[in-house]
């Protein structure tokens, strides 16, 4: 793997990040009271600041307290529907990234696993997996009847995308799976119905309403990315760099968030 491809996730993220972090300013500063929100954290240090002059007067610490509170659920009123505005779609934004930073292709040579989930457990013994060229199963299917699931292992010897089949009795089905290095759209499962959960978890179509399969799914590798001496899931690492390109960008354009 080259220097490029080995570090294409990081500076995906790091790209990602000043991006969002940017846009995130910006939508707040156009949806935002900003005099208004201005005013609230002013009122806000003011009531810190009396609680902290004037110690020894317990009545004034009392009210102090009060006018944090409300001064406090004002901000947030204020910041609620900004903060709604750029969540909503950075969400459906990081969904659809998890697809090609969530998890890791699965690399030649290393065996990983096809679970299928059948809607009635009689059908376990009619259930089989065809491979393609290039895939070969390293030991027999494990049935597992308390959760209507069989298990199969497999070896990829080429890399490629390529589709599983499961057949159970007279239906079929496929299943997608990449085997590379780098960065593909990979999708972990494919589910029956469960439009909300599909949305989150699987790029594929679902599995037809009258397929006795309920759902498949592949244990891709969970993709890690070394930085700052740490290793990350990418969703915490974006995460952290978009709030501090955030502020940087805040501080730069002086908006008030």
Do not use: C
Request: glycine share 4%; proline share 5%.
């Amino acid at each position: 793997m080259s220097f490029l491809e080995f570090h294409a996730p990081l500076m995906l993220v790091f790209l990602l990040s000043i991006v969002i972090g940017f846009l995130m300013v910006v939508v707040f500063r156009y949806t935002s009271d900003q005099k208004a929100i201005r005013v609230a954290k002013d009122h806000l240090k003011a009531h810190l600041l009396a609680v902290q002059l004037f110690q020894d007067q317990l009545q004034v610490v009392l009210i102090s307290y009060w006018r944090i509170v409300r001064s406090t659920g004002n901000y947030l009123r204020l910041a609620f529907m900004p903060v709604l505005y750029v969540s909503i779609p950075l969400i459906f934004l990081m969904v659809q990234v998890d697809r090609y930073l969530g998890y890791s292709p699965i690399a030649i040579g290393q065996p990983f696993l096809v679970k299928a989930r059948l809607v009635d457990s009689n059908a376990l013994d009619q259930a089989s997996l065809r491979l393609p060229s290039g895939l070969s199963l390293s030991a027999p299917a494990v049935h597992v009847p308390a959760e209507n699931e069989i298990v199969w292992r497999v070896v990829p010897q080429e890399s490629g995308k390529r589709d599983l089949q499961i057949d159970v009795g007279s239906d079929s089905l496929l299943k997608s799976l990449e085997v590379s290095g780098g960065i593909r759209r990979i999708s972990p499962n494919r589910l029956k119905d469960n439009w909300w959960e599909r949305t989150f978890v699987s790029g594929e179509d679902a599995l037809p309403s009258t397929s006795p399969v309920q759902s498949v799914s592949i244990n891709y590798p969970e993709r890690t990315i070394a930085f700052a001496w740490l290793e990350w899931n990418w969703i915490w690492l974006f995460f952290v760099l978009s709030l501090i390109f955030g502020f940087l960008f805040k501080t730069v354009l002086r908006i008030e968030i």
